[in-house]
């Protein structure tokens, strides 16, 4: 006999539909996405997502860091929350899914149990974790990351963007900065559903990926001293060549990923020269590496060597040098019962799938912190994202918010 819910299937018209609808606000240029965080168009974007929070009768909660918890009840008052959630910021040319593909597929559960009129003994929190893109303000999910005592209050809200506008001022300029103690809540679970942003499950030809483990990361600021000077006229024995410094330090951060093979990558996504100009040499370089691996032996390791080996590089060219972790998080196993109830749905509900490691962060890294946590993920195409490109079919959608659907409800518990 199968078990209640056994045949239960969130409504996939629905759930697109409201990816679609959110992809409106803050277009990019090339068919995505520019919701940067704290921007008018996340407040926009934000502002939707409470609505149809307040539709399905959800009560909103947002907290210091201006996260956004929309909770459904449960049967039981004294038993805790499941959350489910992930974030609705984006890149600056994002995708569509990214994060937010989580973010309403949690909606769409709640939405769902509401249509078929099942309870649960324990209350479900969507949730939009504020800043997880890290984009506009370094680091990457700074709100979960505070949520999980990682990071101080002040410490988040003093984060400058480009303009060297701050994080606080900004929350409070959009109007969503809450009251509620960040991290005061406790969780009974945590699940997030993401976009693989990688090419493994197409490769593959799965639709479920079942997220084991989340690699640990390192994000290393290393701003490069040399002398302004004329490219033309200034001789080659005499120039402090910060950009030469830069060049050689990129090939030596390729070298330690290879050497710490398999399981390690690293490379360098943001530099900014100065003063940037066609015919003088540099006087300042700042660039982030970005190194991760699953493996905290390796990962802390290549930090060692990048910077040992950095130092040396800087040293004899005569270029100052110094370097600050702006980013980091260890690498992450998942709840193996909730890991075991991603794969048991997919298996149930008949979808291919396979056993993953997540290469990107995610604000689950750190809920795992503070509950038992895990995530599911669904293919996307040529394993493109934070690309305006980024795409998925609504199959996919489909299939991971399934099997979403089903872990969530067997841990908060059906009430016959």
């Known amino acids: ?104 597929s949690g909606l769409e559960v709640v939405r769902s149990l509401d249509d078929l009129g099942i309870r649960t003994k324990h209350p479900i929190v969507v949730t939009n974790w504020t800043n997880e893109e890290g984009a506009r303000f370094a680091p990457a999910m700074v709100a979960s990351g505070v949520f999980a005592g990682a990071l101080t209050l002040d410490y988040a809200y003093s984060r400058k963007d480009p303009e060297g506008k701050t994080f606080g001022e900004e929350l409070k300029r959009i109007g969503w900065q809450g009251d509620e103690e960040v991290g005061a809540r406790k969780m009974h679970a945590y699940f997030e559903y993401h976009i693989e942003q990688g090419p493994i499950l197409e490769a593959e030809n799965k639709q479920i990926g079942v997220v084991t483990h989340c690699q640990g990361l390192w994000w290393l600021e290393f701003t490069l001293r040399g002398k302004e000077a004329h490219t033309g006229s200034t001789p080659m024995n005499m120039r402090v060549n910060a950009g030469l410094a830069m060049a050689r330090i990129f090939e030596m951060v390729q070298k330690v990923a290879l050497a710490n093979q398999p399981g390690a990558v690293g490379g360098v996504g943001q530099v900014k020269f100065a003063p940037n100009s066609r015919n003088v040499l540099p006087g300042t370089v700042v660039f982030t590496v970005d190194i991760r691996s699953p493996d905290q032996a390796k990962l802390d390791g290549m930090r060692k060597t990048i910077e040992t080996e950095a130092a040396k590089i800087a040293e004899e060219l005569g270029v100052g040098c110094s370097v600050e972790a702006v980013g980091h998080f260890d690498p992450v196993t998942f709840d193996p019962t909730l890991v075991g109830r991603i794969r048991s749905a997919a ?70």
Request: net charge negative; charged share 20%.
């Open 347 to 416: 298996e149930k509900l008949g979808y291919s799938h396979m056993n993953i490691i997540s290469g990107a962060g995610h604000d689950a890294c750190w809920a795992a912190k503070v509950a038992p946590a895990t995530m599911v993920m669904c293919p996307c195409v040529d394993g493109l994202s934070h690309n305006e490109a980024e795409n998925i079919s609504k199959e996919w959608a489909e299939a991971g918010a399934n099997v979403l659907f089903h872990a969530v409800v067997e841990t908060a518990g059906i009430v016959e």
């Open 1 to 104: 006999m199968a078990a209640p819910g056994e045949n239960l299937r969130i409504n996939a018209d629905r759930l697109w539909d409201t990816i679609m609808e959110m992809a409106k606000i803050g277009p990019g240029v090339a068919g995505g996405n520019n919701r940067q965080t704290l921007t008018d168009a996340d407040g926009e974007g934000r502002h939707l997502f409470k609505r149809w929070c307040d539709e399905a009768g959800l009560e909103l909660g947002v907290d210091k860091m201006g996260t956004m918890f929309a909770r459904r009840e449960g049967t039981d008052p004294e038993a805790l929350p499941v959350y489910v959630g992930s974030h609705l910021d984006t890149q600056p040319t994002g995708g569509k899914y990214d994060g937010v593909l989580g973010v309403l």
